[in-house]
């Protein structure tokens, strides 16, 4: 993807203090952003707003767009990075001016990001990893032109490693160690990413149209949600009363039917958009990822930050012997992912492979892992449920009696809750912690416990009543800990020391 090191000048590699500034198209990429939002404002301006603005729309908006345009060069003039001897500093701010130094060797990696106007202009937004926090706002350059956001990559690691003492200062020592193109770990043709689409049921169309009704509702009508109006605005009012109740039963499922076949499209879209030419590298110092169909990702996760792995499948993808892999590191992904997904989809032994990288294992399953108490799925139900109860017995007798229909439903509460407890199973192996969760969508959480942050033991009124006890672990770089549910009080203790102990 980029050239190699001793492509770099000596003279390149040792300038010191050079003011740069980004891309000038970089302007057109913001303006591009801001654009729809405005453009929205104005509609509405101009259908529902006070008639004395209405005939100013247009004066408005090109008022506004000088406005963004000017705003947006001024911010581009003042915003300027330099790579220093021993830093890279960035210096950005319209009046309140903000100059943050960043030390290579803090710096964990580089990585390269390419939207589709990006890849049409040539340019790249280049991310910082450091070790200061796992938001992902560490250090943005947004966007500079692809060969310039090439060789920082390059000079950034090659003075890391100097840094460091991994490698000489010699050019050459640094290409050998940065750009020699590895065979890659793991890897997802065409054929694959289609089938991993499948198992991702998306109604991510329903999202994107229930975006642009949250910002165009003024445009619709009030009673558009009515199903007579929407039968009447697909010309099928007439045709729905003609239908038989058998009919229209038929013609509920059918729509139904309809729906989970654009979830599954949905599904297969968004998982080639974001899974098209997946490629898993091991580097020196941890993973490399690349994937994208429109928006291109090259993304580096150092082994050192990986704290914990989820393995994730079904009760259909697991039959047919499909996982998928994330591991919960310190550094930051995409702003849409909490984890760093490593193998979309993959076979066991593909992720014992992978994981065999990290040193996490994988070596119980299911029917090894202890069960928890059965009071996990009952005692919530004895608090819960008499208030559905109650309430649609009342709305039954007070506005429509068909409501008590609604009962059949309760009884699938039950059920679920059975499968929940019945999935939530743990284990804790050598120096590492398994807890399996979900019934449906079912995570496997493997955690050394030499990543364990804290242990807390949690009791519930009626939980201290029948003694039984939560036990959270804390794990840096994941938003919520990792808990086991409904064990007794006794157990809880036991496994607390002996987490504990590798603290």
């Known amino acids: 993807m980029s050239e190699p090191l001793t492509a770099l000048a000596p003279a390149e590699m040792t300038e010191v203090g050079t003011e740069q500034r980004l891309h000038p198209l970089t302007l057109l990429l913001n303006l591009s952003r801001q654009l729809p939002q405005a453009l929205i404002a104005l509609i509405a301006l101009r259908l529902s707003g006070p008639e004395e603005l209405r005939a100013w729309v247009i004066v408005i908006a090109f008022v506004a767009i000088v406005a963004m345009f000017g ?22 701010g319209i009046l309140n001016r903000n100059v943050r130094s960043i030390p290579y060797e803090r710096i964990q990696d580089v990585n390269l990001e390419r939207g589709p106007l990006a890849r049409m202009l040539g340019m790249a937004r280049v991310r910082l990893e450091t070790g200061s926090s796992g938001s992902g706002d560490e250090g943005v350059l947004d966007s500079v032109d692809l060969a310039e956001a090439e060789r920082l990559r390059d000079v950034i690691r090659l003075r890391k490693a100097v840094q460091a003492g991994t490698v000489s200062s010699s050019t050459e020592d640094a290409s050998d160690a940065y750009t020699t193109e590895t065979t890659p770990i793991f890897t997802m043709d065409t054929r694959r990413v289609l089938t991993a689409g499948v198992f991702n049921f998306s109604l991510v169309f329903f999202a994107i149209v229930g975006a ?9 009508p009030g009673d558009i949600w009515s199903p007579r109006r929407l039968l009447d605005m697909l010309g099928l009012d007439e045709l729905f009363e003609a239908l038989d109740l058998a009919a229209r039963v038929f013609s509920v499922f059918a729509a139904l039917f309809a729906l989970v076949v654009i979830g599954l499209v949905g599904g297969i879209i968004r998982t080639v958009l974001r899974e098209y030419g997946f490629r898993l590298d091991r580097t020196e110092t941890g993973f490399r990822r690349r994937r994208g169909l429109v928006t291109l990702t090259d993304v580096v ?3 050192h930050r990986i704290q914990a792995a989820v393995i994730a499948t079904g009760p259909v993808r697991r039959r047919l012997g499909w996982f998928g892999l994330k591991v919960q590191s310190l550094a930051s992904d995409s702003d849409q992912e909490s984890d760093h997904s490593i193998a979309p989809l993959a076979h066991s032994d593909e992720v014992r492979a992978i994981l065999g990288e990290t040193g996490i294992r994988w070596d119980t399953d299911y029917q090894a892992m202890r069960s928890v108490d059965p009071a996990m799925w009952w005692v919530p139900l004895v608090f819960a449920l008499p208030v559905p109860i109650i309430g649609i017995g009342v709305s039954a007798a007070l506005a429509n009696g068909w409501l008590v229909l609604l009962y059949a439903l309760l009884v699938l509460v039950p059920i679920i809750s059975w499968l929940h407890w019945r999935a939530h199973r743990y284990a804790l192996e050598g120096h590492q912690l398994y807890v399996r ?3 449906w969508a079912q995570r496997l959480t493997l955690l050394p416990l030499r990543r364990v942050q804290s242990v807390d033991i949690r009791q519930s009124v009626v939980s201290r009543f029948i003694g039984l006890a939560d036990i959270s672990i804390g794990v840096a770089g994941r938003s919520s800990p990792v808990t086991v549910h409904a064990i007794p009080l006794d157990d809880a203790i036991a496994l607390r020391t002996r987490l504990l102990r590798t603290i």
């Open 301 to 303: 996760m150092p082994l």
């Open 212 to 220: 642009l009704i949250n910002n165009l509702d003024f445009l619709l």
């Open 437 to 439: 969760d979900g019934c």
């Open 71 to 92: 705003t947006g060069v001024w911010k581009w003039w003042r915003f300027s990075y330099r790579l220093d001897a021993e830093e890279l500093r960035i210096a950005s």
